[in-house]
T-cell receptor, first 111, second 111 residues
């Protein structure tokens, strides 16, 4: 099993819809969870971090963490064309808590 | 704060040439990383450092070397460049909360 897995994508949603991005991880001891956004030709940009079970909201973004089921998700409400990008899930894995990235999922928001 | 800076932004190398990719951060982070990202692919860890004088290999270290003489700087050395090293290289540093911040990247072409 890969350490951090994301849906293969791509994901396409209409403008104004909710985009749901999912991520599962293998290490039950993982403590820190992150979502990054990467526009084409740019570097990844941290958009959400979450450290405890439950929901964390920041503007139109909500991160959800369920450690028992080993998944973390990102909801984007009222999706905009400017949200079109690749979203990377990242999780601290292993004894030295090294950050491990999923392969990313490309989101396209249709006007 | 400038955050994480990288130079150069672009470079074309001939096969067999060598070069150093520069990376600096002004956030006093102990942890620093080098990744490569091939087109349409995820991030692959080349080398990382947990502090000045301490470096370790990631998943794809062959053909690269690093040094960490100060907290701020983490240069990546390419020896005997090969076409397989054509990629975009990202440097990153990590806060104590494991939030990782990326530089703008160096786009390298080896011909």
């Amino acid at each position: 099993q890969k350490e951090v897995e994301q849906n293969s994508g791509p994901l396409s949603v209409p403008e104004g819809a909710i985009a749901s991005l999912n991520c599962t991880y293998s290490d039950r001891g993982s403590q820190s969870f992150f979502w990054y956004r990467q526009y084409s030709g740019k570097s990844p940009e941290l958009i959400m971090s979450i450290y405890s079970n439950g929901d964390k909201e920041d503007g139109r973004f909500t991160a959800q963490l369920n450690k028992a089921s080993q998944y973390v998700s990102l909801l984007i409400r009222d999706s905009q064309p400017s949200d079109s990008a690749t979203y990377l899930c990242a999780v601290t894995i292993g004894a030295n808590s090294k950050l491990t990235f999923g392969k990313g999922i490309t989101l396209s928001v249709r006007p | 704060n400038a955050g994480v800076t990288q130079t150069p932004k672009f470079r074309i190398l001939k096969i067999g040439q060598s070069m150093t990719l520069q990376c600096a951060q002004d956030m006093n982070h102990n942890y620093m990383y080098w990744y490569r990202q091939d087109p349409g692919m995820g991030l692959k860890l080349i080398y990382y450092s947990v502090g000045a004088g301490i470096t370790d290999k990631g998943e794809v270290p062959n053909g690269y070397n690093v040094s960490r003489s100060t907290t701020e700087d983490f240069p990546l050395r390419l020896e005997l460049a090969a076409p397989s090293q054509t990629s975009v290289y990202f440097c990153a540093s990590t806060s104590p909360l494991r939030e990782q911040y990326f530089g703008p990247g160096t786009r390298l072409t080896v011909t």
